[in-house]
């Protein structure tokens, strides 16, 4: 099942003369790869189709859509698409100006489903109206909420309070069924406090019978206002931030967002910084898969996997710990490197941990892989078919599972993965069961890229030597003018990230953890977007389970290891 | 209690003192795991802490059958009502603990969605700190409720008379 995924990489298409003629007010080869379009919006759903449909583009995935409030500019907000092709190596933002008195855009979810959540987000937090959208309501924060958060001139200061009759029901849950049948039919309501759904989700389902017939999703019950706290904090002081989006994997998020800084800064961590951050990163990665196949198991009636992978996790956290004095929440990656170099020992753990983990691993391969009770409950349940998951902008582990081999690290090579020998796992059966094996599968592979990082871990600094972005040297700061300067500079003043924008992506534990970067030259974001992974696979999580069983959802849902932390930020 | 020789000896307590050493060393906790912490928590249940030596460990997921709320993670406004109802829904005698920077004081997070502190709407008995805070201390708030409870300095010892009182 394991295979390596194949680049096509063409040339860029001249886009302007392939898109409809004068529909682009604007167009721009962005420094961070991407092909910049402003557009107007009446022509915007005619440009984006054209994106999906030219051949020549072939732009199949959807990655992101976000609001960003500029209250000096005439056309108060921009509405920001992130678009990829998957079979071409290019991706396209797509910008469009919109005022504060008419802020309305055509809704792309007819071209692509993955829209749907993202306009709901932009709509609950700008205040941006998608026309022809299905469903546009809030989604992150609740009923009884007023004004919308993340315009500039919104005093995060305010609270509304939720009483129980503002919360979520949805309308088809209270209406009366005329039909003969309805006697069979109930609504039920899963979560938010459920112990199958490890974390705030909810789900409203309602069965005929016991199949369910039709279910919608409610989140936002983790929404800790992530994207405006950081617009107060100083570029290095979001990396605490960050480690709280997915908590199962942390290290993957900080080096993420490092990277997207750096990337807007031009500056490069050292290579030793570099080995690190993968080695911790693909720790990470196999801790939070970990957790997944754990928890689904554990959901299962398979307690003792649960186990078997919590032993090898505390390993890994001993390691972090010792690198980076936390466990869970590291805040190890800095702006231009790591806070500071692991301790003397780290190879000999590292290597520790290399013998270690695949014993775990192999154990609940013995128990798990071929046992029938576990097969009969996920083979052919939460089937999702490659163009489906495409279009629902999945990416990660449940991509590939789908059969689709995208993976950030070999298709867009960052942090030196280029330089390692790994494969890509890719199962063709879109299920429950195939998306175990995958993520077996990348536990392994992720040990490999960690055993040939550790074998030529190079030697030298772990932060960059340009001390506009870093600190220099406490030593040279108590004997150096000119450090001191720096020291004091960079303390009162932060980094200062050029003005302009870039999107940055990674390949997360979940899938495409992008960043999308808007700065205004001050110590401080002026917005960051987060382009969550869970956030697109969980919003077609209620047309999965149309057909399917209570029991299935459960086996569904662990499947897809949505963490609240990164899903509602 | 007969002993190993036959003779008899007896063992004279006050019954509210039995009781609290029953209680103390049966906690059934709740997880009320919203975020990170919640994966802390997984760890002080599991195998390598192991709550279980500390008589705590049988994890409960329905209020109705358990006496300690264990509040892990960041509660947000729209999940307020959630905790709340779900504490009232606990039998008495009923502990909290609030785990974590987030449930004690709302944490670093201190904007437009997030609760600061869930002690606004119910009573919480001992307080963790950290972001998330280490198993061991999750560990010592457990044993700090247990001679809470004891002493009888719990929150629901506090208050229970005058509830039986607005009730009556």
Redesign the interface.
């Known amino acids: 099942m394991t295979a390596s995924s194949t680049k096509s990489s063409t040339q860029l298409p001249d886009a302007e003369a392939l898109l409809p003629a004068d529909a682009v007010i604007s167009s721009a080869r962005a420094a961070d790869g991407h092909t910049e379009l402003t557009v107007d919006r009446s022509r915007l759903l005619e440009v984006l189709r054209t994106l999906k449909e030219r051949p020549e583009l072939d732009c199949d995935l959807l990655l992101d859509i976000c609001g960003v409030d500029y209250p000096r500019r005439d056309q108060r907000f921009e509405v920001v698409y992130h678009i990829a092709s998957l079979a071409r190596d290019h991706r396209f933002r797509v910008k469009v100006p919109i005022s504060e008195d008419d802020a309305t855009v055509p809704s792309a979810y007819g071209i692509w489903k993955a829209a749907d959540w993202f306009e709901r987000e932009a709509y609950d937090l700008f205040g941006i109206t998608f026309e022809g959208h299905p469903n546009l309501k809030r989604i992150l924060t609740h009923g009884g909420f007023h004004g919308h958060a993340l315009r500039k001139d919104y005093d995060p200061g305010q609270r509304w309070l939720l009483t129980e009759e503002d919360s979520m029901v949805p309308a088809w849950a209270t209406e009366e069924l005329t039909d003969e049948d309805h006697l069979e039919s109930q609504v039920l309501n899963l979560g938010p406090s459920h112990p199958a759904t490890h974390g705030t989700l909810r789900v409203v389902v309602r069965l005929e019978g016991e199949t369910i017939s039709k279910a919608e999703c409610e989140i936002g019950y983790l929404h800790r206002c992530f994207e405006k706290m950081s617009e107060t904090h100083g570029w290095n002081q979001v990396i605490p931030y960050t480690d709280r989006l997915n908590y199962c994997s942390s290290m993957i998020n900080g080096v993420g967002y490092a990277l997207a800084v750096e990337k807007m800064l031009g500056v490069e961590a050292p290579p030793r910084a570099q080995a690190v951050r993968v080695i911790l990163s693909e720790l990470s990665r196999i801790m939070d898969h970990a957790v997944c196949l754990g928890a689904n198991l554990v959901d299962l009636g398979a307690l003792t996997n649960f186990w078997y992978f919590f032993q090898p996790r505390e390993e890994i956290y001993g390691l972090l710990e010792a690198c980076a004095g936390g466990r869970l929440t590291v805040s190890y990656a800095r702006v231009g490197g790591l806070a500071h170099d692991v301790p003397a020992d780290f190879e000999e753990r590292v290597r520790y941990l290399l013998d270690y983990i695949p014993k775990f691993v192999n154990d609940v391969e013995k128990l798990i892989t071929t046992n029938k009770i576990f097969r009969d409950r996920t083979e052919g349940i939460g089937v999702v078919s490659p163009e489906d998951a495409v279009a629902w902008g999945w990416t990660g582990p449940c991509l590939r599972a789908s059969g689709v081999p995208y993976d950030v690290r070999k298709a867009h090579p960052y942090m030196g993965y280029e330089q390692y020998d790994f494969d890509v796992p890719v199962a063709s059966t879109g299920d429950t069961y195939a998306r175990y094996l995958v993520r077996m599968e990348e536990m392994r592979q992720s040990l490999r890229i960690i055993r040939q990082a550790i074998d030529d871990l190079p030697e030298g600094p772990v932060i960059t030597d340009d001390h506009h972005v870093a600190l220099p040297p406490k030593e040279k700061v108590y004997t150096e003018m000119e450090a001191l300067i720096w020291h004091f500079k960079l303390i009162y003043e932060g980094i200062h990230v050029p003005k302009g924008d870039a999107y940055s992506f990674t390949e997360g534990a979940n899938g495409e953890l992008g960043y999308y970067i808007v700065s205004d030259g001050s110590g401080h974001p002026y917005r960051l977007k987060v382009r969550p992974p869970c956030f697109a696979i969980f919003q077609a999580f209620p047309h999965i389970l149309e057909g399917h069983m209570v029991p299935d959802a459960i086996a569904i849902l662990g499947s897809l290891n949505i963490i609240a932390g990164e899903l509602d930020r | 209690m007969r002993q190993p020789d036959g003779s008899s000896s007896m063992l004279t307590t006050r019954v509210d003192a039995m009781l609290r050493w029953v209680r103390k060393n049966s906690l059934w906790p709740l997880p009320?795991?919203?975020?990170?912490c919640?994966?802390?928590f997984?760890?002080v249940v599991?195998?390598?802490y192991d709550l279980a030596r500390f008589g705590a460990e049988v994890v409960r997921?329905s209020p109705r059958q358990s006496d300690l709320m264990i509040v892990a993670?960041?509660i947000?406004?729209?999940?307020?009502?959630?905790v709340k109802?779900?504490y009232d829904q606990m039998a008495e005698p009923k502990y909290v603990i609030s785990m974590g920077a987030?449930a004690c004081t709302g944490g670093?997070?201190?904007?437009?969605?997030?609760v600061q502190g869930v002690d606004e709407f119910i009573p919480v008995d001992v307080y963790v700190p950290g972001?998330?805070p280490?198993p061991e201390a999750l560990m010592h708030g457990v044993i700090k409720l247990q001679e809470m409870i004891q002493n009888g300095e719990t929150q629901y010892d506090r208050f229970k008379h005058q509830e039986l009182d607005t009730t009556a």
């Open positions: 009320f795991g919203t975020a990170c919640a994966i802390e997984m760890s599991s195998s390598h997921f993670g960041t947000t406004d729209k999940m307020a009502p959630v109802r779900i987030c670093f997070y201190r904007a437009y969605h997030v972001c998330p280490t």
